[in-house]
């Protein structure tokens, strides 16, 4: 019988102290150190690049201090309320908002403000080449701008291991290797991968091993629709 994982663990939120610099130690410093209230931020870069976990850093890091955060992603359904006792308003996937969540997003600019509260946005492209109406173009842009790079490959290990290290699991070469040969070297996507790899191992009962790695993907495979699993196949 498999054993079925408890929901707890090291899934925390990110924060700064885990994050792999790489190229971005200068948006990593800007952050650690901002202070609240200061003109907007705005981080971009493409898919991996720790924007996400920059923002959930800074959030962590407000409510860590006694502040409040409302957190808005372009995917998260109207209306979107503002709320006065917020320190910090993030918004992420600046690059993808259509008009009415740009409509709902200059709001929220014009509320923070008012108000003396903190923004903090991300996308994949700089604010000048955001596909937004121009008064939100010149919001996202009015403060420090910081560009994010993926991690080489030497970063993309050390972020791996620094993740296994944290979560008690032994991360061989040959699993390092497999995981970065045969998968997305996409950062968020080799973290998730790992958190799954990890409960399966749990469930399992087994250390982790290519073999283990293999099993669980097939596994994965077999529970997806014929044409999902075809797809991912590809």
Known sequence: MKQIPLAIGVDTEPDFEHFVAGDNAAALQALGRLKIPSPPVYLHGPAGSGKTHL??????QVRAQGGRCGWFNADDPLPWTFDEGWQLVVIDGADRLDELHQHAAFSLFVDAATFGVQMASAGR???????????????????PVF??????????????????????IFLSDEVMDYLLTRFSRDMASLMVLLRRLDRFSLAERRMVTVPLLKKMVAEEAEELPASVAVGRAA
């Open 55 to 60: 923002l959930s850093a800074l959030a962590r």
């Open 125 to 143: 492209v700089p604010p000048v080449d955001l596909p937004v109406r121009e008064d939100l173009r010149t919001r996202f842009g009015w403060g």
């Open 147 to 168: 560009a994010l790079w993926p991690l080489d490959e030497t970063g993309t290990r050390a972020a791996l291991r620094r993740e296994a290290d944290q979560r008690g």
